[in-house]
T-cell receptor, first 117, second 110 residues
Framework: GAVVSQHPSRVICKSGTSVKIECRSL??????MFWYRQFPKQSLMLMAT?????????EQGVEKDKFLINHASLTLSTLTVTSAHPEDSSFYIC?????????????FGSGTRLTVV | DAKTTQPPSMDCAEGRAANLPCNHS???????VYWYRQIHSQGPQYIIH???NNETNEMASLIITEDRKSSTLILPHATLRDTAVYYC???????????FGTGTRLQVFP
């Protein structure tokens, strides 16, 4: 089945630094990737949608200059949290969607827990 | 955008069927219903999806009413490992987006 690998699973960083999170589709080509964030005891909130080779589309209220998304290939998307602050501490989850057939669904990564100190 | 309404929590005895309802009264004709679940601190796991017909796979069954305004996810024999938050999602027409609602926290007890 379709597998999405997300790395790292946990990261602690100092306030003011940047953190990069990787999302890879291991056995299929992902035409579209999605980034979500989730605060404790809350649901997933869609941050942005990215298509390979084009700029990401951000949801309302999400700062594109703070959350940089790069979708350089059909198997890799990255989310960089720039100048992180404690309020950016959250669970970040990516999702990838393939082209056709069994990979046409949405497969989620295992998430990255970011703690900014 | 079609939105979904789910009860915030449900309990189910181990070995019994868990029936999780979802209302999506504003759903459009070509919008799919997806079900995912999330076990604590993990990414969501795909369960099943459907458009009009009832669907069944190795994990669950999805029953969609004829008017498509509601659906029910059935876990035929719940186990303790089925304890999770279950999300019913209607994919937004003409987009690829999955917008999560608040979900149902299912607790399976021995």
């Amino acid at each position: 089945g379709a597998v999405v690998s997300q790395h790292p699973s946990r990261v602690i960083c100092k306030s003011g630094t940047s953190v990069k999170i990787e999302c890879r589709s291991l056995d299929f080509q992902a035409t579209t990737m999605f980034w979500y964030r989730q605060f404790p005891k809350q649901s997933l909130m869609l941050m942005a949608t990215s298509n390979e080779g084009s700029k990401a589309t951000y949801e309302q209220g999400v700062e594109k200059d703070k959350f940089l998304i790069n979708h350089a290939s059909l198997t890799l998307s990255t989310l960089t949290v720039t100048s992180a602050h404690p309020e950016d501490s959250s669970f970040y989850i990516c999702s990838a969607r393939g082209r056709t057939g069994a990979n046409y669904g949405y497969t989620f990564g295992s998430g990255t827990r970011l703690t900014v100190v | 955008d079609a939105k979904t309404t789910q009860p915030p929590s449900m309990d189910c005895a181990e070995g019994r069927a868990a029936n999780l309802p979802c209302n999506h009264s504003t759903i459009s004709g070509n919008e799919y219903v997806y079900w995912y679940r999330q076990i604590h601190s993990q990414g969501p796991q795909y369960i099943i999806h459907g458009l009009k017909n009832n669907e069944t796979n190795e994990m669950a069954s999805l029953i969609i009413t004829e008017d498509r305004k509601s659906s029910t996810l059935i876990l035929p024999h719940a186990t303790l490992r089925d304890t999770a938050v279950y999300y019913c999602i209607v994919r937004i027409l003409n987009t690829d987006k999955l917008i999560f609602g608040t979900g149902t926290r299912l607790q399976v007890f021995p």
